[in-house]
């Protein structure tokens, strides 16, 4: 036996059940005032089989129903009765459920906010009936699984037990489209597609990460189809009414499920990009940097940080956002000593994210000479030893007399096509630091400025050409997006200003992901840039 752990409504939620020594409540339900249902204090394990030592030798028992089982004789017919879970008469949804029988229960959903309804614990719907005979009832309950039997028999519901959530229609078509959607952009560089497997397994059971998979899906959806969003903006307010509270808790109690929850509320910001608030970006860096070990604990966590990961550097990247993470937490994954394509990739998306950090491009801040040559001498070292792998199966170089202004690069793999984009990020990063890092005349600065526009302007054509030969990558688009939104001026050429346009015009059909308004800033930049270079400007 076991010694039973927290309350009914707790473990629902998946929140600490703190119960005073000597109390009748849990401190959670006695703060809201709630019925408090305390699991008995003994809960019996399931037995399956047992070993007998007989002269010597130890024998197996497997306990199972037999067809000769010999049932007690009764003088009249039995009679089943299911009892289901009723809310408190008073109380609202969500509230604390009381049996209105304990022999034998079943369990229902806390509230309409969770839209699903469990079935009975694997038990047959044809047991529900009255009148049974002694020969139908032994019939019957041998088409239970042992644990089901042993847990019946004291009267005792697991909220473990039970089958997967019976989603309705729009709610399963919306886990869907997370799936196929969504969850590849976070899965581009983690071999085991946690985001795709995992996250969606999780949401079955956590109410608090389902509620902000369909509040990402609803969203993507209704960009997609140009719909007002309000289905979103409703689950993600159930979703901050679970995740608030969870965040109220001692730190050391939090886990993967909260940190996969605030990831996902970060990339529905994202989605609406143009009045991106970051809250759940600093809601991400905080506890990522709590939870120190996450990017280096394999699993689930360590996908959901590498993920954070890039979310960081687009902060950075399009909204000027100092980079805050601990970098040294990522140091110890796995990813610096694997060798497949995904980890090689991980490795220089964490050397962006240090020139970033390096490099911030403030004026009161110098930048750190020794620490910007070391990760100069990271990013190359990287590319120097790339696999074979990481080659073009076919490259062809921009040609803007036959309608090619980007190059044509095939690639192999997805995380390949992602890395090299990010090399070419990093590259870009170095040079424009490159002339904060020395003191230059005038000239020197001017001539640097102009030689530094070039090479940018080389390195966003590649990472375009990656992202328009390879469309399967759906990740591959972001960077470039980001890019063109930061560096996007230093392109001079006509034919590489109107293919930037198509391209970003293609990203938002596609991915919808908002891109009107970095065409319009676009747009104005070079116009105002034609002006000045212009002979009569």
Known sequence: MRVGKGCERCRYRHIRCVIPPGASSCASCERQRRVCQLDPPFHFKTVHHVYQKSNGTSARFDLEWDEDQVWIDTSQPVTFVLEGWDNVEGEGPGEQLVPE??????????????????????????????????????????????????????????????????LSLREASLMRHFIQRIAPWADVCDPQCHFSTEVPRRALQVPM??????????????????????????????????LIPALDWPEQTYDENLLVTVVLLRIYEELENTTDPQFHLLGSNRLINLMSRSASSGGLAEAVSWQFLRQAIYASVVQYQPLQLDLQNYE???????????????RVIFHCADILRICRNVPQEPVDEDARLQVVHAVDEWHRVKPTSWQPLRYQPADATVNRPFPEIWMMSAPVVVG????????IFLTFSEGCSRPMSDYQMARSRRMSERTIASHIVSVI?????????QNAYFMACHLLHRFGYCLKNGAEQQGSMEFLSRVEEVLGWRTSWIKRELERQWAELSQVDSPDG
Request: charged share 15%; with cysteine; proline share 9%.
């Open 101 to 166: 029988n304990p022999t034998v229960t079943t369990r229902r959903p806390l509230s309409p906010d969770f839209p699903w309804e469990p079935h009975r614990d694997g038990l047959p719907d044809s047991l529900a009936v009255e009148n049974a005979t002694p020969q139908s009832a032994q019939s019957l309950f041998s088409e239970l699984a042992p644990q089901q039997q042993i847990a019946r028999s004291y009267a005792i519901s697991p909220p473990t037990m039970g089958g997967p959530p019976a």
């Open 332 to 346: 110890q994954s796995s990813m610096f000593q694997r060798t497949d394509d995904a980890a090689f990739a991980n």
């Open 420 to 427: 090299m984009q990010y090399y070419h990020a990093a590259c």
């Open 209 to 242: 990460l389902l509620k902000a998979v369909m509040a990402l899906a609803a969203r993507h959806d209704a960009i997609l189809n140009n719909q007002s969003d309000w289905e979103a903006s409703a689950y993600h307010g159930h979703c901050l009414e679970l």
């Open 465 to 473: 050409g990656l992202s328009q030969s390879n469309e399967s990558v």
